[in-house]
């Protein structure tokens, strides 16, 4: 049974970019969420989705963030106009359901240069 | 502004015994998660407890009590790959969202 899986796992964009950050969730979960983890800081939720629907945003910057997680194909987190402050590490979990341990997936490094 | 607290280092001997302690304050708490991050890694799931009391698992204990805001980790019989940072977190409400300490960074030293 397959993890967690997101890609890339290390992505380098520049200034004003976009970066698209993809997981896929362990097989037979339907629950996504994405954390933030910044250098020598916790992580910090992001957002909550299940399939088509986001449950939850509180976590979600208001301004060139954005979350999906369609019917077919895994979950994107997608960042427009990337400045300096999103480089950091951004982790995608997934569970059965709510109030399930969430699993990890190995995350995604992002270095905005 | 933070609401959960855990010592940011510890440093223990292999072999030894270290207990890492975790307090929080909030309502709707829904339960209580024990993570291991190593450097540049995931992190892995430990432990869940929902209900007061001890819940054993190999060489890791974890530990609740909900009227107290309180939890801890045990660890056993430790190694030096041990060593790794040892995240806790509360859920609450709907049991959607995690919020994580900063974590308790553990050396285990010869």
């Known amino acids: 049974n397959a993890g967690v899986m997101q890609n890339p796992r290390h992505l380098v964009r520049r200034r004003g970019q976009e970066a698209r950050l993809r997981c896929s969730p362990m097989?037979?979960?339907?629950?996504v969420y994405w954390y933030r983890q910044l250098p020598e800081e916790g992580l910090k939720f992001m957002v909550y989705?299940?399939?088509?629907?986001?449950?939850?945003e509180s976590g979600m910057p208001k301004e060139r963030f954005s979350a999906e997680f369609p019917k077919e194909g895994p979950s994107i987190l997608r960042i427009q106009q990337v400045v300096r402050g999103d480089s950091a590490a951004y982790f995608c979990a997934s569970s059965p359901g709510p109030r399930y341990e969430q699993y990890f997936g190995p995350g995604t490094r992002l270095t905005v240069t | 502004g933070q609401n959960i607290d855990q010592p940011t280092e510890m440093t223990a001997t292999e072999g030894a015994i270290v207990q890492i302690n975790c307090t929080y304050q909030?309502?709707?708490?829904?339960?209580l998660f024990w993570y291991q991050q190593h450097a540049g890694e995931a992190p892995t799931f430990l432990s869940y407890n929902v209900l007061d009391g001890l819940e054993e698992k190999g060489r890791f204990s974890s530990f609740l009590s909900r009227s107290k805001g309180y939890s801890y980790l045990l660890l056993k019989e430790l190694q030096m790959k041990d060593s790794a940072s040892y995240l806790c977190?509360?859920?609450?409400?709907?049991?959607?969202?995690?919020?994580f300490g900063t974590g308790t960074q553990l050396k285990v030293e010869l």
């Open positions: 909030t309502s709707g708490f829904n339960g």
């Open positions: 097989k037979g979960h339907s629950h």
């Open positions: 989705l299940q399939k088509e629907n986001i449950i939850d």
């Open positions: 977190a509360y859920i609450t409400g709907g049991g959607n969202k995690l919020t």
